[in-house]
């Protein structure tokens, strides 16, 4: 059975996503899942699906040219719980892009990502973080909380937290803020029939200097046989300073990872930042691990 999406309430979708009998077309089964709920459209649901993840889809189905990359037309976005206990999971009601999926790619899929990657490099903005507003999600920041910016040198101080013992410090400021998607895994990656891609999982987009996009490419290298180093490989190389830039900001996510460890560590996981640049807030929080 499928539905039209401008049919039915928030309600009938989330009973439709719990439904035993549902169609699951993408997801993890105990993470966020995909459910179809018509050949147009999907649904994707979970405690992990956020505002930001909504806005930045919708925000990159505007800004891309979709002869270049496309992106799924976002539909709908609204949290809901049954437990108010509990935290509510977000539902983003979207496009169902039809096409093919693999564990890898070939080399001349690699040179069309390459190349969706030079153009992402010439849509910059002034401000870091999400493609609109709110919390920088994905693997650079989740260890450690959810920072929310509004300069570069904010982003750069939170950044330098979890460098206590390293003499080099980022310095980020003279980097152009390009858009990255931050989560080029083979399982975002829709190949259609024409050929043309279709880029999915806009949670971690956002605005940050390119060498962030290679960075999260080498944490995830070997991830998916020799798809991410091939990747590095071809796309533009990184200048001495992006590339010394890029091993800092490895190292600043290495050490996120290792204090979220250790008990009751002192962590930023939420960064305030007011309008003056030299003030800098934490709220803090104590994680018991």
């Known amino acids: 059975m499928t539905f039209e999406h401008d049919n039915l309430s928030n309600s009938d979708i989330v009973q439709h996503c719990l439904d035993p009998n549902r169609e699951?077309?993408?997801?993890?089964?105990?993470?966020?899942?995909?459910v179809k709920l018509s050949e147009e459209v999907v649904v994707k649901f979970g405690r992990g699906v956020s505002a930001e993840e909504a806005d930045n889809q919708?925000?990159?189905?505007?800004?891309?040219?979709?002869?270049i990359v496309r992106v799924p037309q976002l539909y709908r976005y609204f949290t809901w719980s049954e437990n108010d206990a509990l935290p509510p999971n977000g539902f983003l009601v979207m496009e169902f892009v039809h096409?093919?999926?693999?564990?890898?790619?070939?080399?001349?899929?690699?040179?069309?990502?390459?190349?969706?990657?030079?153009?992402?490099?010439?849509?910059?903005?002034?401000?870091?973080?999400?493609?609109?507003?709110?919390?920088?999600?994905?693997?650079?920041?989740?260890?450690?909380?959810?920072?929310?910016?509004?300069?570069?040198?904010?982003?750069?101080?939170?950044?330098?937290?979890?460098?206590?013992?390293?003499?080099?410090?980022?310095?980020l400021e003279e980097f152009p803020l390009v858009l990255c998607h931050l989560d080029l895994a083979p399982r975002n990656i829709i190949w259609l029939e024409d050929g043309s891609v279709c880029l999915v999982d806009w949670a971690s987009a956002g605005f940050y200097p390119r060498f962030f996009e290679v960075c999260l490419l080498k944490v995830m290298q070997h991830s998916h046989g020799d798809y991410e180093l091939t990747l590095m490989e071809r796309m533009e190389k990184l200048t001495e300073d992006e590339e010394a830039q890029m091993l800092l900001l490895a190292r600043s996510f290495y050490h996120g990872i290792r204090y979220s460890f250790v008990s009751f560590v002192y962590l930023p996981a939420i960064f305030v930042a007011d309008n003056n640049d030299s003030s800098v807030q934490f709220r803090s929080v104590f994680r018991d691990t």
């Not at 699951?24 to 995909?34: E, K, Q, T, W």
């Not at 690699?110 to 190349?115: A, F, P």
Request: without cysteine.
């Open 24 to 34: 699951i077309v993408g997801g993890a089964l105990y993470g966020n899942l995909v």
């Open 58 to 67: 919708r925000k990159a189905f505007e800004l891309l040219d979709s002869s």
């Open 99 to 171: 096409g093919q999926v693999f564990e890898s790619a070939h080399s001349r899929q690699i040179n069309q990502i390459v190349k969706i990657l030079s153009y992402f490099s010439t849509i910059q903005s002034q401000r870091p973080g999400p493609l609109q507003t709110g919390v920088s999600r994905g693997l650079l920041w989740e260890e450690n909380g959810e920072p929310a910016f509004k300069t570069v040198k904010q982003m750069e101080r939170w950044l330098n937290f979890r460098l206590p013992d390293v003499e080099s410090k980022l310095a």
